[in-house]
Structures are given as C-alpha cells and as structure tokens.
C-alpha cells in the first residue's frame, strides 16, 4: 500500500471522478459527443532507448480526429527532472509522475531525434467508446487529476493505460486469447534485460524482493510495454464472433536507428572466474584474510542497503528480499572477528547461503548471483573448519 496519504486521497477522489465522467458520458455522448464518427483511438507502443529509465519502452495513447483538428497523444511516463530533491524521492520512491499531452507531430519528432521505435495499434472501438476514452483522458489531465505516485509493477506510464481503456469500455467485455503461460514479474523483466543489460539484471534481481516472485497474470503482465503491445494483439471482443480488439498488425511510425549499446564482460563470467579464484585460493591455504574482509564486507554493505530499500523505502517491488540472507550485514561481524568469530554465527550463515541459493535456482534468479553466494559459502565454511 502506499504510504503517502496525500496521494491516496487524490487517486480517490480521481477514480470517484473518471467513474461519475463515464456514466455521463455514456448517457449523452451520442447526442454532445465531442468527436466525429471518425475519431479513432490507438496504443503507441515505443522502442528503448539508451538511457536507463527507457529500457523497458514506454507506451501512450493517441485519439485522431481529423474532422475536428485533433491529434492528440497522451503520455503517463513524464517527470521533471527539476523537481525538489529529485533524485532522493526517485530513490526512496517518492516521485510523482503525470499525464501530459501533446500533438502527434511533436511526439514522433521527440522518439525519431532519440532513434527509437514507435509501432501504432489501432483499437477497434465503436464512436461512443472512443468518446470515452478521449473525455476520461482530458479528465485526468486536468491539474488536480493528472499526477499519480509511481509504482513499477502496479502503477506506470503502461497500467495506467491498461486501466483507463478497460473503464472506457467496460472491464467484462474483452477476454484474452487462451495459451498465455504464467510467468513472474522477475522474470518478465529480466527477458528484457539480455545482452548489453546484463549487469543491469544483476543489480536489479538484487534489489528484487518477493513481490517480483508473484505470478502474473494476463492484466498484470501489461505492466511492460511490449507485453501490453503482445496482448492487446491477442484480445478479443467478448461475444459471438469474437472480434480482435485492434485492427490489423499494427503500424510502424518510426524505426529504430539509435546505437546498440556496447556488450561488456559477462557477470556470470566474471563470478565465475572470481569462485575459480577463491576455490584454488581455499584449497592451497593461501587465502589472505583482507580477501576474506573484501569479501564479506563488501557483501555485509550490500545486505544493509538491501535493508534500507526494504524499511526506508516506498518501493513495493524491494520488500522481502531474500538477497538479504546472502547479503547479510552479519557477514560485517564475521570480517572482523574472522577466525574468531563465533561458530554459531558461522553455521546461521551456512543456513542462510542454502536458503538463498534455493531461492536462486527456484525462481528463476540472475545466475551470477548463485556464484556469488557459492562464493561467499566457501570462504565461510573454510573458517568454520579452521575452527
């Protein structure tokens, strides 16, 4: 649940809105619509691009009318990178974004200066339909309506389209294809972070918690982009006939011309070749204790910034992190007492490594993490047997 009770109370008092807006709608679009017969709605779904926070695409929704001069593109992804304390309410996930608007011309220019792809779909919504959407739309944009506290699984710039075109036209009227696998958000993400990404799927499967273990389903896949392009593909109108709920494969507006990024070593490699190291290192008696201290100091520090995303963060995705068994802050006391730590402590650590690498293998886990905890159970147990 969200923490800040401003942002609570304004999403309320929005739904409460958007929701009082669509039964007026529904009841005399036909009569004051303020769209043509013509108009029509469509999904943008946009390439990444080489920044970080585009990695995973972006979509936004378009209504044409050209009988009317309108050519809009709404966008729930936008932020201001002036905001006050930007970076700390980004990192404790404080960060409000909001919907705004532009034309269809200015957003193209936009993706195409970046190189990025855009590919349209376009709904197959009837005239009172397409009203909806454009009148909640220009409802939310409103300023008191516009800003929403982010969330990556439950609540960006994807979700909000998800829900706002499932309100305009009614949540029980639309079913998926059948044969759509269950899959969990940690591994969603990580297909997308393959490649040149891959110490970015490190390093965000370390943030992880258990709520990225939970199995989605189709509505909570579209919390990516390119899964909310795949299923509306592969929605139907509910009904006979079952008719697709975006017409044809889709248009590509742009396509992508931006750099690859450059590959770097691998970090199952470079983890591998550091448990090759420590293993020869261990089985000659040659390890040095400042090794030891750099290791689990290091592992120690990680394990107590873990904790931070958990206890001082409002981050959904970083609670119940199980890295923190691996990563744990009792590994400090272990570096420093070293050979005379504790033997309890040294077999809590030995349970905490099995559990965690249980966990790894299980659910699917950046592999590099596995060797890092081999890794660190190896040197532990040396001790313990020095003991």
């Not at 999403?11 to 409460?16: K, N, P, T």
């Not at 293998?361 to 592999?367: E, H, I, Q």
Request: net charge neutral; glycine share 6%.
């Amino acid at each position: 649940m969200y923490k800040h009770e401003t942002s609570v109370s304004r999403r309320a008092r929005g739904a409460a809105a958007l929701l009082s807006l669509l039964l007026f709608c529904s009841s005399f679009v036909t009569a004051q619509s303020p769209l043509s017969s013509s108009a029509t709605a469509s999904l943008l779904t946009c390439g990444p691009g080489n920044d970080f926070y585009t990695t995973f695409g972006h979509s936004a929704l378009r209504i044409c009318d050209t009988a009317r001069g309108i050519d809009y593109v709404y966008n729930y992804g936008t932020f201001d990178f002036s905001t006050p304390h930007f970076y700390r309410k980004f990192m404790r996930g404080q960060l409000d974004y909001c919907l705004s608007r532009t034309t269809m011309g200015r957003f193209l220019t936009e993706y195409a200066e970046e190189g990025r792809s855009v590919v349209e779909q376009r709904l197959n919504l009837d005239p009172q339909q397409t009203a909806n959407l454009f009148l909640l739309l220009e409802q939310n944009h409103m300023p008191d309506y516009r800003y929403y506290r982010y969330d990556f699984f439950r609540d960006n710039c994807a979700t909000r389209i998800r829900d706002i075109v499932a309100l305009s036209v009614g949540h029980a009227d639309t079913v998926f294809a059948s044969g759509i696998p269950m899959c969990s958000y940690r591994r969603l993400v990580g297909d997308n972070l393959k490649g040149s990404l891959e110490w970015w799927h490190l390093g965000i499967d370390m943030l992880f918690g258990l709520p990225a273990d939970h199995l989605c389903t189709e509505v909570e896949r579209m919390f990516l982009p390119f899964e909310m392009q795949s299923l509306y593909a592969k929605t139907l109108w509910r009904g006979e006939g079952g008719e697709p709920f975006v017409t044809g494969d889709g248009s590509r507006l742009l396509d992508e011309t931006r750099s690859a990024l450059p590959r770097s070593f691998s970090p199952l490699v470079v983890f591998a070749l550091l448990f090759a190291a420590v293993a020869l290192l261990s089985w000659k008696e040659l390890m040095p204790r400042w090794g030891d201290a750099l290791l689990f100091c290091l592992a120690g520090l990680l394990g107590l910034f873990l904790l931070f995303m958990w206890f001082g963060t409002d981050h959904y995705c970083t609670q119940w992190n199980i890295n923190i068994l691996w990563a744990s802050p009792l590994l400090i006391l272990i570096a420093i007492r070293h050979r005379r730590s504790p033997r309890w402590a040294l077999w809590l650590q030995l349970g905490c490594f099995a559990v965690a690498a249980v966990w790894v293998v299980w659910c699917g886990v950046a592999p590099a993490i596995l060797l890092i905890v081999l890794t660190l159970a190896l040197r532990v147990a040396m001790l313990l047997k020095e003991r």
